[in-house]
T-cell receptor, first 114, second 111 residues
Framework: EAQVTQNPRYLITVTGKKLTVTCSQN?????MSWYRQDPGLGLRQIYY???????DKGDVPEGYKVSRKEKRNFPLILESPSPNQTSLYFC?????????????FGNGTRLTVT | AQSVTQPDIHITVSEGASLELRCNYS??????LFWYVQSPGQGLQLLLK??????LVQGIKGFEAEFKRSQSSFNLRKPSVHWSDAAEYFC?????????FGAGTTVTVRA
């Protein structure tokens, strides 16, 4: 089944404790992206990747890192999480980066930073 | 840069009634336009998309949307709403490398 898999689904952590949210897609998609969803703000893009070893900042990259060492994986790293990073995070992928390709979303990771 | 506005934060509609969700966008060229739906606890699912051609596009679950260039709008419609349509709906506009989402409209369906 074609899908984007994020783990974990729920995560509670404390300020400053490094964490990684994994994302994997099995559709051989070139483009992958991370979004955070906050009430009243919709989805805001954190980082995106147009292909292996190519990553770029989205609208809200501060406090986050990503890597794209393999085509299928695009982990999101929070080196020193803070409470303002409490949010619902979505990983997504699409066939190409041309803006016309629909995104396929994971089921989300709800992160709480205390 | 592109931007999207969804003027309605929350809409309540009776089952069987029609539904229209508004979306206005700002973009310098003809955009790629999308509507996504998010059911509780789920990721976003694509309802429909517009790239070019016929300005009335049909999607899944009986939804349709109309692109109006003169109004910079891409409103979503459904003639008869079912209880399972209760969800949050997001309009999005795509450029070369990024996709911008509106803040979303929550739809409540009452019996």
């Amino acid at each position: 089944e074609a899908q984007v898999t994020q783990n974990p689904r729920y995560l509670i952590t404390v300020t400053g404790k490094k964490l990684t949210v994994t994302c994997s897609q099995n559709m051989n998609h070139e483009y992958m992206s991370w979004y955070r969803q906050d009430p009243g703000l919709g989805l805001r893009q954190i980082y995106y990747s147009m292909n292996v070893e190519v990553t770029d900042k989205g609208d809200v990259p501060e406090g986050y890192k990503v890597s794209r060492k393999e085509k299928r994986n695009f982990p999101l790293i929070l080196e020193s999480p803070s409470p303002n990073q409490t949010s619902l995070y979505f990983c997504a992928s699409s066939l190409s980066s041309q803006g016309s390709s629909p995104l396929h979303f994971g089921n989300g990771t709800r992160l709480t930073v205390t | 840069a592109q931007s999207v506005t969804q003027p309605d934060i929350h809409i309540t509609v009776s089952e069987g009634a029609s539904l229209e969700l508004r979306c206005n966008y700002s973009y310098g060229a003809t955009p790629y336009l999308f509507w996504y739906v998010q059911s509780p606890g789920q990721g976003l699912q694509l309802l429909l998309k517009y790239f070019s051609g016929d300005t009335l596009v049909q999607g899944i679950k009986g939804f349709e949307a109309e692109f109006k260039r003169s109004q910079s709008s891409f409103n979503l419609r459904k003639p008869s709403v079912h209880w399972s349509d209760a969800a949050e709906y997001f309009c999005a506009v795509g450029a070369a490398e990024t996709l911008s989402f509106g803040a979303g409209t929550t739809v409540t369906v009452r019996a």
